[in-house]
Structure formats: C-alpha cells, structure tokens
C-alpha cells in the first residue's frame, strides 16, 4: 500500500525563486532516498504538499517538515492509504503561479488550468483538496 499525505503551511517570509529551487533540490535528494514522490505547490506565500509512499518514510519526511523553521501553521489536511502511487516516478513535483518558470520541474498551474493529478477521478478528495489550493491562489 501507498501512503499519502497533504498538508499546508505559511512561508515565514516570501520565497524567491533560487529559495524555490533550494528547497526542491533537497527535497528532491531526501524524497528519492526515502522512496517518496510528490508535489509541492507555491502561492501567495503559501504551500501545499503532497507526499506518498511508504508510511514510515511519509510519516519522517512530515515530522521533518514540520520542524522546517522556514514556514509556520503546518496543518494536515488528507491522510489515506491507497494500492498505487498518484504521483508517478516525480521525486518532487513543482507547480506555482505564473513568474518561476526557470524553476527545474516547473509546471505552470495558471496556464495548464489548475488540473493536476490528472489519474484522480475529477472528485477524488485529494484532486478537489489540491485545486481549491491553487485556485485560492492565482
């Protein structure tokens, strides 16, 4: 089974886009080793995470997360086990707004309509979750 989980939290202060890319290649680093995929989505000083893979691995990587002094408010939101991953092979997706394109593994949430998870069912819990994120943050 693949454990999922998503959260939000609050930057401390904004992120440029070389901070932006900082954290993706360490997370993209720790994600890979632990046998994690995801996404990490970015907007109006907010994120939203998307981790999966094996609970124990999910369950470090959060804790490790949540100590992260660079955001504050780190909510959990889904928590659920499924028999595949939503994520595929990406170590670390990205996506945000409009303005971090030279971002490696970007994906431009405005210009691609805000559809992410496209495997998901278009009223799957985590699919609805996640674009009510972005939307809340064009």
């Known amino acids: 089974m693949i454990f999922h989980l998503i959260y939000v939290s609050s ?18 680093a720790a ?3 632990a046998g994690l995929t995801g996404m990490l ?3 109006g000083g907010n994120f939203m995470q998307l981790l999966e893979g094996p609970r124990a691995a999910v369950d470090a990587a959060y804790a490790r997360i949540a100590r992260d002094r660079r955001h504050y408010d780190v909510t959990l939101l889904l928590q ?6 939503w994520c595929g092979t990406w170590a670390m997706a ?17 210009e691609n309509g805000g559809a992410i998870l496209t495997d998901l069912a278009d009223d799957h819990l985590a699919r609805r979750i996640m674009n009510r994120f972005i939307d809340g943050n064009r």
């Open 80 to 85: 659920m086990e499924t028999a595949e991953r």
């Open 11 to 28: 930057a401390l202060r904004p992120f440029a886009p070389a901070d932006l890319d900082d954290l993706l290649t360490q997370s993209r």
């Open 31 to 33: 994600n890979l080793a």
């Open 94 to 110: 990205y996506a945000a707004k409009i303005g971090q394109k030279d971002i490696a593994g970007f994906v431009n949430l405005v």
């Open 41 to 43: 989505i970015y907007g």
